[in-house]
C-alpha cells in the first residue's frame, strides 16, 4: 500500500502563493490517479484538484480554476500543488490521496485512498 505524505503548508497573506507536495512511500504511485483535497473547519472535505497517472488530464473544483495548478513528477513519485491568488476562503487542510484507477470516473471523492496526514494552509492578513 502506498503511504502519502503532504506537505508546504503555512501561513500566507491574501494574494500569496504556496506550493504543496504530495511525496510516495511503499511503492510508486505513478499507475494511479492522485487527488488534492481539502476540509476548511466545519466543512466537509471537498475536491480540489486530480491529475492522471500520465498527467496528461487534470481536472479542477470550480473554486480554484485559473489560481491552482495540479502537477506531477513520476520520477520523483510526487505531486504538487501550486496555489496562486490565495483567497480567505481557501483555508483549509489539505489532503491528498491515491485513486485505485489510473484516472477517476466521476471527479469526487469516490475511488481514492491512501490519505496523507494533511498539512494546513492559512490564508490570513
Known amino acids: 500500500q502506498v503511504q502519502l505524505v503532504e506537505s508546504g503548508g503555512g501561513l500566507v497573506q491574501p494574494g500569496g502563493s504556496l506550493r504543496l507536495s504530495c511525496a510516495a512511500s511503499g511503492r510508486t504511485f505513478s499507475t494511479n490517479a492522485v487527488g488534492w483535497f481539502r476540509q476548511a473547519p466545519g466543512k466537509e472535505r471537498e475536491i480540489v484538484a486530480a491529475i492522471s497517472a500520465s498527467g496528461a488530464s487534470t481536472a479542477y473544483a470550480d473554486s480554484v480554476k485559473g489560481r491552482f495548478t495540479i502537477s506531477r513528477d513520476n520520477a520523483k513519485n510526487t505531486v504538487y500543488l501550486q496555489m496562486n491568488s490565495l483567497q480567505l476562503e481557501d483555508t483549509a487542510v489539505y489532503y491528498c490521496?491515491?485513486?485505485?484507477?489510473?484516472?477517476?470516473?466521476?471527479?469526487?471523492?469516490?475511488?481514492?485512498?491512501?490519505w496523507g496526514q494533511g498539512t494546513q494552509v492559512t490564508v490570513s492578513s
Open positions: 490521496a491515491a485513486h485505485r484507477s489510473r484516472i477517476w470516473g466521476a471527479f469526487r471523492e469516490t475511488g481514492f485512498g491512501s
